[in-house]
């Protein structure tokens, strides 16, 4: 028996994601194999809440955690290691906790009148390297205010660093301003991109807000993945290409394949996968998303067979007195050679 094992990376995980994972695989011969026992996720999220007849936050998680940070209007309190925490009812403002070991904000909840806030778009965004990407933020603060400047910045933050400059993404970026919103526009984003943005913007008595948590992005490429299926009875297989990603695209993208750098329009597709089945499918094969076709994934080589018919040939020999022997030939070629 031979010892292996497999792991399951999972990023960019959602409330949706929780549940039982089993590990299966299948055999050559098309068997198939399945843990007994499975490996148990819950993915939380953090909310603050307010009781006014006792005064107190709560830092919500369905996660056992031994340790929680609050803050004030973006600016960092204390520690606590219960998940409740006392106020004054002259104490207004916007609160917000984390958990140790983790980067993760709830959101703010405003108690009383004189709030600081701030709102995004966008939780999270996976985009293309070499595209475009956008996302805005909302805010708000106390009245008798007046805001005298107002940038992005990333976490964690190095010294609250307007992002128009910073080197890596100098003639990038640009600032879309409106009243209580501005909105970030940022081209040709790269892998070293992917990281939280967050709004900031601050007042003329000198105070400053960030709104915890921001905008996470991610930035992937493009991939073709080639597996095949398990040999049916007449000896054939079906080819999968997959296109994949790191994240999961916006807007429920469309897949364009192509093969030898043409478009493929003659065979069956399915969201980001590509079936093949003749020998005459073989090629170099890539793929893109609809709308970025520039941005095409690196070529893939596919190498095909047709499935050979199992040649048989029987000669008996008859020997008085000794034995019957039988000779037999037989021949077998594989459809698929991965490259």
């Not at 805010?139 to 910045?153: A, E, K, N, R, T």
């Not at 991109?193 to 915890?212: K, M, P, T, V």
Request: overall charge positive.
């Amino acid at each position: 028996m031979t010892n292996s094992n497999s792991t399951l990376t999972i990023t960019d995980l959602r409330e949706r994601d929780s549940g039982e994972y089993h590990l299966m695989f299948i055999t050559d011969k098309g068997e198939k194999y399945q843990s007994s026992a499975g490996v148990t996720l819950t993915v939380t999220d953090l909310q603050v809440t307010c009781d006014s007849a006792t005064q107190a936050l709560t830092c919500h998680t369905s996660c056992p955690v031994q340790e929680f940070f609050w803050y004030k209007n973006g600016q960092y309190l204390n520690k606590h290691t219960d998940r409740s925490k006392h106020f004054r009812s002259a104490e207004d403002g916007s609160y917000s906790c984390s958990v140790s070991g983790y980067n993760i904000y709830a959101l703010p909840l405003c108690v009383g009148r004189n709030c600081w806030n701030m709102t995004y778009t966008d939780k999270r965004v996976c985009a293309l390297k070499g595209s475009s990407v956008e996302f805005a933020g909302n805010y708000s603060h106390p009245s008798g205010l007046l805001v005298s400047q107002v940038f992005w910045h990333f976490q964690p933050p190095k010294n609250f660093q307007d992002l128009k400059k910073e080197a890596q993404f100098a003639k990038r970026v640009k600032y879309v301003k409106q009243y209580r919103n501005c909105t970030l526009k940022m081209n040709q984003v790269t892998m070293n991109d992917s990281r939280e943005y967050l709004l900031r913007f601050i007042a003329n008595d000198g105070n400053g807000f960030s709104g915890r948590p921001g905008v996470i992005l991610n930035v992937t490429d493009l991939q073709v993945r080639v597996s095949q299926s398990a040999m049916d009875s007449e000896g054939q297989t079906t080819v999968t290409l997959s296109c994949i990603t790191s994240c999961t695209l916006s807007n429920n993208p469309t897949y364009m394949w192509y093969k030898n750098r043409q478009p493929v329009t003659n065979k069956p597709t399915k969201h980001n996968k590509l079936y093949l089945i003749s020998s005459e499918d073989a090629g170099n094969y890539s793929c893109a998303v609809r709308g970025l076709e520039e941005l095409r994934s690196p070529d893939q080589m596919v190498t095909l067979q047709s499935p050979a018919l199992n040649t048989f040939l029987r000669n008996f020999y008859c020997v008085p007195d000794v034995k019957s022997i039988e000779t037999v030939r037989y021949k077998y070629v594989s459809r698929y050679t991965p490259n």
